[in-house]
Every structure is written in structure tokens, then in C-alpha cells.
């Protein structure tokens, strides 16, 4: 779970919309993000060790910000409540 909830900004969530339309899914955004994993015909959250590697990997450009508030080994938490927050806001994809 992060340390404390971030305040996300508008850029980030019009962008996190914007990736989960190119993606086609919320869930297909989540496999490239390897914040799930695909076994065969199951979809799987994943867990990574080695948090530090997976902010430099996927916490970049408009979301480097977010990095102090990751905190986790599984990093669908994270992003978890980057969707709960676009959700609330209202924000469509581009």
C-alpha cells in the first residue's frame, strides 16, 4: 500500500486515461504495466521484489512524482488507486 495517498493531478489522470483507451482495457493496461501477470487462460496480480527497478521502469514522465508514494510489492495496489481516483474525477479518455 503507499505510504499516504497522493493528491493526483490532473495530467495524471487524462493520461492514465488516455493509456487505458490505447490499451483497450483497464486490465490489458495492467498486463503491460506487468502490474498483472497471463498464465495460460489466468490473469494474475503480480509482486515484484525489487520496487525501486519497477518505479524507474513504469513510474515515468508525468507520473515520476508519484515514485515517493510507491510503496508497494505489488504494484496493481498502486496503480489501483491511480483508477480509483480517475473514476471519481470524471476524467474520460482522449
Known sequence: ???KIPLFTADQLSCFA???KEAGS??????????LTQNGESTMIAS???MEEYKQ?????????????YSTVVPYVFWSFLYD?????????I
Open 1 to 3: 500500500m503507499p505510504k
Open 48 to 50: 515484484y521484489k525489487d
Open 85 to 93: 481516483a480517475l473514476v471519481k474525477s470524471g476524467v474520460k479518455p
Open 57 to 69: 521502469k513504469y513510474l515515468t514522465g508525468v507520473y515520476e512524482s508519484l515514485r515517493p508514494y
Open 18 to 20: 488516455k493509456e487505458i
Open 26 to 35: 483497464t486490465d490489458l493496461l495492467m498486463l503491460q504495466k506487468e502490474a
